[in-house]
């Protein structure tokens, strides 16, 4: 044998590896479906499958949805050529459409003012290149400011969604964001007093919108006058996860009772922020080992979206995926969905009181709070803020034992995410943003005391 | 062996005190501060006699030395001359050249006029200690950063803090282009002839060179042994051995120790005085330095056309939309009518008469606040101003480093009492009244508590607020200012003060 070797000369050496090179590529290429060559898929757990999504029925147009849903909220961008802001990065966009619809997704929610305002014409973009009866599309009226409460701007606005997503008819509209602002006036004032509501239930019989239905947010008054109201919603928006279930946040309602209404009057529910713009996926490393002791092989994202997929009345699960990585757990997840046991619930339930010990501020990063008029980058500060406190990067005085590499990692990792001139010091509290919050957070004051807390730190008087 | 030491000793000290203009931290300088503290000027400034004693000793005993090991300057120039060697490839490359007397007493007196007369920048331009911390702060340290900022950027993608980003601005065009003016006259003259601006230029080598005269111990020439092959001469470079003569000039000798070795016939040795061999006295000869020196002044009006800070312009946003930042708009510094110095200086007059304008303080404020001054008289030396940062309450930084005495040590405690300068409010710009936002981000950051907010309209209690400062209180650190919303200019300033005082 190694006689052989040592007689082999380099012409025949180079073949042998030329050739065994060319056959290990092209079997490996072979195994992969045909369509995402490129993309690198999780081997240890077998392929991402393609038909194998759980879908549920819209119980009055009987559409298949499928269970995970696109939301467009969180498309990647990548800085402006002109080097002034960012820009929708298309081709990623089109690749995870792509993507998303060959593994069965079929749902894809957007809104005028997602993404700067961007949103629509990207997935109309990338949607366009799928034949029209392959997904549904769910967009807004996201008539917040009052300068669009008249019936003229609403109704541009309206008419503006469906040049810019490229469709002649919606499948699912959204009033969006019900319950925030002032109570019912603000509902009345938006939709009822103008007329847009009527104008949107004739466009629902003319066809042009297939389901009509909102979003909620907030005032649980707004809800329950608003789901009792003289009309056929065929869907309501809200927002489930194992921690708002029980424990909602500030002024949120606990998912249990809406979602409970919602199956009484067999209202199907679409569910956003089932990860709570990721908190819930990034919890403090002995829930990280709680969650994995479990299901090894499963990430921690996964439990979000069971716990959110396993009502029946829900139709689907939005998820605002930035990253391939986490559309393809997502699809995993789901494909087919593996409904929590009654034990697994109970499980979900305490692992939320552990999670809700950490004194997280519930920002999901959906950036309705942006961009601030003094240029101050809130959610960038509140999400360090949130990273350090689950790291336990937050010393609570001097004397803690990790003081001094707790105060090094918070303070030069604040450096890191937010550049000076939009950090938490430079707030003035003039609160235009925390109207916009859906989680309705009091943003200047999280944002001073969070200044205080580096003021501190700096000064070393914790 | 003594030209070992000497290489030894001078690599490190230069190490050691180029390290400390670099160091941005703060960190190394309870180390290595005393390398500041026991330089020439800053000593005679500070008026640290027992610095200026040493030194006088140390000069009086082995000659020049100082210039050799301890000047910061002159190593720079002989490590600049070593590559002027290799690259020349000449084994001989200098030769003797007369003493030019006239230029030597003629800026001496000049750089004493400017001490007396409080010109400060006429000193910083002349002294070799200002000299070296203009090049190290304006030129080495941009690159030092740069570095860090390399090793920052692999820290934060392995998720380590050991390093952290640090920005490179510039502080002051004038000093800039100055330090680059400074760096290339340098360069071109210890290329060609080593050591001519300690020799002709530089006050401290003139005074030194007083005193070297008398030096106990001396390179000498034992005239039986010399046969006059003039190779010490030629290895000289300072220009100070007259191998026909068998003479040196220990005005001008900077007792380097190059020639020792040279010497095939063992005939020039450093010794003490009394083992005297015999020598003939220098002579002064007729001296040409013609052309050199038009250099600086056409590099300063290049440079200066080619900088020019860049403005942003800002967009307009129509609609409400989710998501993307406002884009930062510009701040201008604001037009003070008394210049601020930092809590230490004492006084606007303790400063200037001080100062050797070595860049050591502007080299390590953390904040941003301290820059070269671009006036006239004061050219180089530091001042604050507040668009970039704050002069924070748990920093005294730069009164831990200043070696001159321009602002000596001084706690938090004392600092956080020591009113420099009082703020002004300008209501033009006022946020509450321009955009109608309530705000108070100068009241909540005031660390004395000196501002209140109150109603815009005497009688209305319910009128947005606006600040009012209590002079008494305020101690000039410029939070307010710096953190004032208003752009370009800040509604909130601070105006400087001739002497500080305790509040």
């Known amino acids: 044998m190694e006689n052989k070797t040592n007689h082999l000369d380099r012409r025949d050496f180079l073949k042998i590896v030329g050739i065994t090179a060319a056959t290990s590529t092209a079997s490996l290429y072979g195994c992969a479906p045909k369509a995402e060559k490129a993309i690198p898929e999780a081997t240890a757990l077998g392929p991402i499958p393609t038909d194998k999504m759980t879908y549920r029925i819209n119980p009055t147009t009987k559409d298949k949805v499928s269970l995970l849903g696109y939301g467009c909220m969180r498309w990647p961008t990548v800085p402006a050529p002109d080097g002034k802001g960012e820009m929708i990065d ?34 109309g973009i990338a949607l366009k290149r799928h034949p029209r009866e392959k997904f549904y599309i769910a967009t807004k009226l996201s008539n917040f400011s009052p300068a669009t409460w008249s019936r003229e701007e609403s109704i541009k606005m309206y008419k503006n969604s469906f040049k810019k997503l490229q469709v002649d008819y919606i499948d699912y509209l ?21 007329g847009i509501l009527d104008f949107l239930l004739k466009e629902r019989e003319a066809g042009r919108i297939r389901n009509l239905g909102w979003s909620f947010h907030g005032d649980v008054k707004v809800f329950d006058e608003v789901l ?193 001139l939009r950090q938490a010091n430079h707030c003035i509290g003039c609160n235009q943003c925390s109207p916009h919050c859906p989680q309705r957070i009091n943003i200047p004051r999280e944002l001073q005391r969070i200044d205080k807390f580096v003021e501190q730190l700096k000064q070393g008087t914790l | 062996m003594l030209r070992k030491i000497r290489l030894i000793s001078a690599t490190i000290c230069f190490t050691l005190i180029t390290l400390l203009f670099l160091d941005f931290t703060g960190s190394i300088h309870a180390w290595l501060g005393w390398l500041a503290k026991i330089q020439f000027l800053p000593a005679v400034l500070a008026l640290n006699i027992g610095v200026i004693i040493f030194l006088i000793l140390l000069t009086l005993l082995f000659g020049r030395t100082y210039c050799s090991v301890i000047c910061p300057l002159g190593v720079l120039q002989d490590l600049m001359a070593w590559v002027g060697k290799k690259a020349k490839k000449s084994k001989l490359p200098y030769s003797y050249s007369p003493a030019i007397s006239w230029l030597r007493y003629g800026v001496l007196a000049l750089f004493i006029l400017a001490i007396i007369a409080g010109i400060g920048s006429l000193v910083a331009l002349l002294a070799p200690y200002s000299a070296y911390g203009r090049i190290a702060n304006n030129l080495l340290q941009p690159i030092w950063i740069g570095g860090n900022n390399l090793l920052a950027y692999f820290a934060e993608r392995a998720d380590s803090y050991a390093f952290y980003e640090t920005e490179v601005w510039l502080k002051s065009v004038p000093t800039l282009i100055l330090a680059v003016a400074t760096f290339v006259l340098l360069f071109v003259l210890a290329w060609k002839n080593g050591r001519t601006y300690c020799n002709t230029i530089c006050p401290v080598g003139t005074i030194l060179g007083f005193l070297s005269r008398f030096s106990l111990y001396r390179v000498q020439i034992d005239t ?65 330095l013609s052309r050199r020196r038009a250099l600086s002044a056409t590099l300063l009006i290049t440079m200066a056309s080619a900088m020019k800070a860049q403005n942003r312009k800002t967009e307009e946003v129509v609609m409400k939309k989710d998501g993307g930042l406002e884009p930062i708009k510009e701040r201008k510094p604001s037009n003070r009518q008394t210049p601020l110095v930092p809590p230490g200086a004492q006084s606007i007059k303790n400063m200037t008469s001080h100062c050797t304008a070595c860049q050591l303080c502007v080299s390590v404020c953390p904040n941003q606040v301290l820059r070269p001054s671009g006036d006239l008289m004061t050219l180089m030396q530091p001042e604050m101003s507040y668009e970039l940062g704050y002069c924070r309450p748990e920093c005294t930084k730069c009164s831990e480093v200043c070696p001159a005495g321009a602002i000596l040590p001084i706690t938090t405690a004392d600092k956080s009492a020591t009113q420099i300068g009082h703020a002004v409010w300008i209501k033009d710009y006022c946020v509450p009244l321009t955009d109608g936002q309530k705000c108070g981000n100068c009241e909540r950051h005031c660390p004395t508590k000196a501002i209140q907010m109150v109603p815009s309209v005497a009688n209305d209690p319910k009128s947005i607020k606006i600040p009012v400062i209590n002079t008494e209180r305020c101690i000039g650190c410029g939070a307010c200012e710096n953190l004032c919303p208003a752009r370009p200019f800040s509604a909130i300033y601070v105006e400087g003060h001739e002497r500080h005082r305790i509040v």
């Open chain 1, 90 to 123: 298309q081709d990623a966009v089109n690749k995870l459409v792509d993507y998303a619809i060959a593994h069965g997704v079929n749902y894809f929610d957007t809104s005028p003012v997602y993404v700067q305002g961007w949103s629509e014409e990207s997935t």
């Open chain 1, 174 to 194: 959204l009033l969006h964001g019900v319950g925030m602002g002032n109570g019912m006036k603000a509902f009345n004032e938006r939709f009822v007093d103008n």
């Open chain 1, 228 to 420: 009792n109201m003289e009309v056929q919603w065929d869907f309501v928006q809200i927002q489930l996860n194992y921690i708002d279930w029980q424990h909602a946040s500030g002024r949120n309602v606990n998912a249990e009772y809406l979602y409970g209404e919602l199956a009484k009057r067999n209202v199907p529910a679409v569910i956003m922020e089932p990860l709570l713009g990721g908190r819930l996926s990034n919890v403090p490393d002995h829930v990280v080992a709680r969650l994995k002791q479990q299901r090894p092989e499963s990430s921690v994202a996964s439990w979000a979206f069971r716990f959110a997929g396993s009502p029946e009345h829900v139709l689907t699960v939005l998820s605002g995926m930035t990253y391939m990585e986490h559309l393809q757990d997502n699809i995993r997840t789901y494909s087919p969905l593996e409904p929590l046991t009654e034990e697994e619930k109970q499980f979900l339930y305490d692992t939320a009181s552990l999670i809700k010990e950490y004194p997280t501020i519930p920002c999901n990063d959906c950036k309705y709070c942006m961009p601030c008029p003094y240029a101050i980058d809130i959610p960038a500060i509140l999400l360090h803020y949130n990273k350090c406190v689950n790291a336990g990067n937050i010393p609570e005085s001097s004397q803690d034992e990790n003081y001094k590499k707790a105060r090094q990692a918070f303070l030069v990792g604040y450096d890191r995410s937010v550049p000076k």
């Open chain 2, 224 to 288: 039986d042994k010399c046969n006059g092959c003039g190779l010490c001469a030629r290895n000289c470079k300072a220009a100070c051995i007259n191998s026909k003569e068998h003479a040196v000039d220990y005005s001008r000798c900077v007792a380097c120790m190059d020639c020792l070795n040279k010497c095939k016939q063992g005939a020039i040795n450093y010794m003490p005085i009394w083992n005297k061999t015999k020598t003939t006295s220098p002579h002064n000869g007729e001296t040409n």
